[in-house]
């Protein structure tokens, strides 16, 4: 527990962790405040009982009442009164202070960490993302922070609550050695019991329910994703079943961490009310007189009252912080690896220059293989790409092609030699290499907004520029398509480009490559979808591109490179430069 603790107080910045103290602070007075209330109605109960107390000059009660200047007996028992009530209403009001500002660190602050786990996943390497699905990195981003948040407030429960029940067990202490003792060793018998049975127990459900939650997510994702199939194919249950299992999992998991969080507060309120009867009876058979007890059961009930679900509390928090390990263990590594990361380029600022280049791209003794893996994809590749020459890479499926242009393009890193811009690596100088580059791969990643947004990919609205994208789409062919429609560029086109046919969907892919005027042009298969008519129109786009710009085309069917520059093949870890036999 106190693990877990420490790892969210790591996380946190300079500024979190003194509002966590100042909330800490004011948790502290909240104790004293509660402590107030429960013993401010012994003088009353004990006024009633034996007005002759007023009159022990030994007693506080007295000198209180001296101090008013003797009131007569009713008028005081008013004041009292009053004074509980002023004191119960600035307590309440006082704690639903505590609580916003609780709730206010709490969620302010799941925001920010919530960003910061999905800006540490958008800057890992492309590689991260190949190893880790998608479904967990959701789950981690959107349900593992707010079970590390669950766990910080949990343990601040712990804090608040064992205070409170502190404080009274010391008060009461005063009023009677024997109840207390005896109720409070009973109660601590049942927490420790509680916690014997239900930490590790916690912790491996807790486990258990992150699984299945992204399993649940993974499976969702997958239905409707590809529904059209699904549909076609009358797979609707293959679906449902896959998803009900690991729903179902879920659901069981989550039963039983509620039912151990919940359960504590009706056996710690039976606990502590047979334990206090217990003692009371023991008394009793002891021959001690129960006129002696009015006052001071009266202040043990409003304690009870008041204690009984602290226990409670405590036993869920405790529960909920064992519940969540793994959970934020998956938080603290995600964030603390991507500040490790991030260290050495703190001083690093994103740019928009871009490289000038003059001669080309050049690959120097590259050699690639996935970490993990000792095998190589290729081997001591050596190839020029010249500016504004169009390259095809062809080969069979599995050769590598594609890996060999993620690693030109720099999100791959090639295991050995490098990838030069003119003398430059590419390596060292990403940003302004990216900046050059416009990319088309085999299937369009389209948002479910306007055509606006998605040929201005990521660029913010008051940066976009309507001319341009308007531009664009004449060079694709979209202009009067576009032009036509009721809403123009505002026209929504449904998620993943559902309201508009395949060509369509295409072209927009490659307008948003082009909306940069990017100087390199990489297109990984992305024709190879489309029907024999459609491909013939968009190669007819994309050729009269050639020559303005270094294209880098990658594709199975050869009528597509046929006009190319140059051409490599990709075969056995090696790329040789070839040319078709029909040209």
Known sequence: MLKNIKKIWELLNKKQKWMLILLLGMT??????ELLAVSAINPFVETISNPDVL??????IARFYTWLGKPNYTSFLVMILAGIIAIYIVKNAYLLTLYNFQYKFSFDNQRLMERELLDSYLEREYTFHLKHNSAELQRNVLQDVMGMYHTLSSGLMLITEGGVCLALFVYLLYLDKTITIGVVAFLLLIFGLYTAVFGKRNDKIGVESRRASAM???WVQQSLGGIKEIKILGREGFFIRNYDINSAIYAKRQRQYQMTVTAPRPIMEAAGISALLGVIAFKLLRGVNATYFMSTLTTFAVAAFRVLPSFGRLSGAYGAIAFQRSAVEEVYDGIMKARTEKEGLSKVTKTKDKIDMKEGITCKD????????????????????????????????????????DVILGILFPTAGEVLIDDKRIDQNLDAWHNMIGYIPQTIYLMDDSIRKNIAFGIADDEVEDARIWEVLKEVQLY?????LPDGLDTFIGEGG?????????????????Y?????????????????????????AINSLMGSRTMIIIAHRLTTVENCDIIYQVKNKKVTKTTLKNK
Not at 382 to 387: A, C, D, E, G, V
Request: a negative charge; aromatic letters at 4%.
């Open 216 to 218: 649940r997510v993974q």
């Open 516 to 540: 940069t005027n990017p100087e390199v042009l990489v297109l990984d298969e992305a024709t190879s979808a489309l029907d024999s008519e459609t491909e013939a129109a968009i190669m007819d």
């Open 28 to 33: 502290i007075v909240g104790t004293g405040i």
């Open 498 to 514: 559902a309201r508009i046919s395949g060509g369509q969907r295409q072209r927009i892919g490659i307008a948003r490559a082009l």
């Open 55 to 60: 009159n022990d000059e030994n007693a506080l």
């Open 480 to 484: 009067d398509f576009v032009k036509e």
């Open 366 to 405: 590259v050699t690639y293989r996935y970490p993990d893996s000792d095998k190589d994809i290729f081997k001591n590749v050596n190839i020029s790409i010249p500016k504004n020459k169009s390259v095809a890479f062809i080969g069979p499926s599995g050769a590598g092609k594609t890996t060999l242009v």
